[in-house]
């Protein structure tokens, strides 16, 4: 089967950095996307990781593992509008769909 | 604005009833994809087209279905409405399917009472 974990939720302080998990097993393997979702709104692109290791983009990171099955999100400098759910998601194989996790809801307190 | 629209961004109807969502996809992106979020739920994708022809089928019921016209536009027709069919439905679009980056609409709040 397909499958992706993540937690369900997380807490962190203004300013701090959190890293969110997210765990595949999936038939195969293009590329895994982050994407982020405040409620009520519609998920918008983060990243996008093909290759192990970690990319950069100001103060989100992406870190992939293929061997491991394993990437995380990290953020850092956390503010109050980082407040959202992160959502992973899989390109698996050539059934042309993103295999999406349940989201990791990520709450922020002052 | 990630450039893809929907309509209408919220719906009330009643149970038993028909509605359709309509989506317009990026300029030049020619797939379509549709998922429905319920309540503190994550992402559940119903179904995808590609240039006018389905192309993958997720978790979507009998009672609905969909559609991509020759103008790329996209609609999903929900219809025997039941109360737990209310959610947002997202409607996203890419170049092309699998492995590029999808661009969500805003979304339709559908309301079933």
């Known amino acids: 089967g397909q499958n992706i974990d993540q937690p369900t939720e997380m807490t962190a302080t203004e300013g701090a950095i959190v890293q969110i998990n997210c765990t595949y097993q999936?038939?195969?393997?293009?590329?895994l996307f982050w994407y982020q979702q405040h409620a009520g709104e519609a998920p918008t692109f983060l990243s996008y990781?093909?290759l192990d290791g970690l990319e950069e983009k100001g103060r989100f990171s992406s870190f992939l593992s293929r061997s491991k099955g394993y990437s995380y999100l990290l953020l850092k400098e956390l503010q109050m509008k980082d407040s959202a759910s992160y959502l992973c998601?899989?390109?698996?194989?050539?059934?042309?769909?993103?295999?999406w996790g349940a989201g990791t809801k990520l709450i922020i307190k002052p | 604005d990630s450039g893809v629209t929907q309509t209408p961004k919220h719906l009330i109807t009643a149970t038993g009833q028909r509605v359709t969502l309509r989506c317009s996809p990026r300029?030049?992106?020619?797939?379509v994809y549709w998922y429905q979020q319920s309540l503190d739920q994550g992402l559940q994708f119903l179904i995808q087209?590609?240039?006018?022809?389905?192309?993958a089928k997720g978790n979507i019921l009998e009672r609905f279905s969909a559609q991509q016209f020759p103008d790329l536009h996209s609609e999903l027709n929900l219809s025997s409405l039941e109360l737990g069919d209310s959610a947002l439905y997202f409607c996203?679009?890419?170049?092309?399917?699998?492995?590029?980056?999808?661009?969500f609409g805003p979304g339709t709040r559908l309301t079933v009472l």
């Open positions: 996203a679009s890419s170049v092309d399917g699998g492995g590029n980056e999808q661009f």
């Open positions: 300029s030049g992106d020619l797939s």
């Open positions: 087209y590609y240039n006018g022809e389905e192309r």
């Open positions: 999936t038939s195969g393997f293009n590329g």
């Open positions: 990781n093909v």
């Open positions: 998601a899989v390109d698996g194989d050539s059934n042309y769909q993103l295999i």
